[in-house]
């Protein structure tokens, strides 16, 4: 067989490893929408987000099924062992994304984020709102290592400006939170969990910077000549 012929067969099984993991991000990007709903319906008092929170959980759940065997087909592939640990490293990166969505959630369904103060509540609005765009843009990113590897690394580096402008939006929560009328009936160990929340949420931003990071390392792979 010719070398050209083997290396047509090698992009032709990265690309579709890249199409399944789109399938598993699909799964986390719903994971971060059904909590910023959640966290949307909570902060208006309007509507209980029991429903959102079990969708998130499920979502999860399924994500947590695609990777297992996303990673089983890439363990068993003939790609490049280099190809495969690129490939399993962004799955797993993608993984940590739902997993602290989920764990957001979870500390959702304990906490009353709609007795917090309008001022801290406003904070985590915005930052849930950041959260959404960043895993949108992190899919983005994923999608364009197919078919424009510059446009890749354009949303790479948005991923990563947004994930500091989510900081600055966590760094806020915290100083409104300092306050001590932030939580005035709420139990110690309910603030405590509060504080917990603005940690997991933060965390899914950062785990969408990570996974941007690695976008980064595959694209330098598939922008190689031979690559």
């Known amino acids: 067989m010719s070398m050209e012929l083997l290396e047509w067969f090698r992009r032709r099984r990265r690309t579709l490893a890249i199409r399944h993991i789109e399938s598993h991000l699909n799964l986390t990007v719903g994971c971060v929408e059904a909590l910023y709903e959640a966290i949307a319906l909570s902060i208006s008092g309007l509507e209980s987000p029991i429903q959102k929170l079990k969708e998130l959980s499920r979502k999860e759940e399924e994500a947590d099924y695609v990777r297992r065997d996303i990673l089983n087909e890439l363990s068993g592939s003939e790609l490049l062992s280099e190809d495969k640990a690129v490939l399993m490293d962004l799955v797993r990166r993608i993984?940590?994304?739902?997993?602290?969505?989920?764990?957001?959630?979870?500390i959702m369904s304990i906490i009353r984020i709609e007795k917090l103060n309008e001022e801290l509540k406003d904070n985590i609005l915005r930052m849930a709102e950041r959260v959404k765009e960043c895993v949108y843009i992190v899919k983005k990113s994923v999608k364009f290592l197919l078919t424009d590897v510059d446009k890749a690394l354009e949303n790479a580096d948005q991923v990563e400006k947004l994930e500091e402008n989510i900081d600055d939006l966590y760094e806020n929560c915290r100083r409104v939170f300092a306050k001590?009328?932030?939580?005035?009936?709420?139990?110690?160990?309910?603030?405590?969990?509060?504080?917990?929340?603005?940690?997991?949420?933060?965390?899914?931003?950062?785990?969408?910077?990570?996974?941007?990071?690695?976008?980064?390392?595959i694209a330098v792979r598939v922008s190689k000549p031979g690559g």
Request: with cysteine; hydrophobic share 50%; proline share 0%.
């Open 180 to 217: 001590a009328e932030c939580c005035r009936d709420f139990a110690i160990g309910e603030v405590i969990m509060v504080a917990q929340f603005l940690d997991a949420l933060e965390n899914v931003a950062d785990w969408c910077e990570n996974t941007a990071d690695q976008v980064r390392v």
């Open 95 to 106: 993984d940590w994304i739902a997993d602290w969505a989920r764990e957001a959630g979870r």
